[in-house]
């Protein structure tokens, strides 16, 4: 008994550092841009987000991670992580964002109509 005890901590330990190392990548991927924290915004270093590589579901743009997507809704701008089936709103996307990254401008190229 006590091995299948072992066994099933051990299993649940991989699974934990499974989980939380993709958690940490998805989050080290979602802004790759350093710099440029304040208004106007430039300066900044790194890629912005490659909304081309995003998938495209009928709300928005999605980036498929290890262990959370992150959705971009279309129209709003809403961006929310989804974990495990629950998806949790974050925020807008941020002046800086706008700025760096362009959502508004990726989301008209593919054919939504961003309102924020």
Do not use: N
Request: proline share 5%; charged share 20%.
């Amino acid at each position: 008994m006590a091995t299948l005890k072992t066994i099933l901590a051990i299993i649940g330990a991989l699974y934990l550092l499974y989980f939380i190392t993709g958690l940490l990548i998805d989050i080290g991927t979602f802004d790759q841009t350093k710099g440029g924290y304040e208004p106007p915004y430039e300066g900044w270093t790194g890629q912005p987000v490659d909304w081309d590589s995003l998938d495209q579901t009928t709300t928005g743009l999605v980036k498929r991670g290890y262990v959370a997507d992150v959705h971009i809704h279309g129209t709003t701008g809403m961006i929310s992580f989804q974990i495990l089936g629950y998806k949790m709103d974050w925020r807008k996307p941020s002046a800086r964002a706008m700025k760096v990254h362009k959502p508004r401008e990726a989301l008209l190229r593919r054919g939504f109509k961003p309102i924020f």
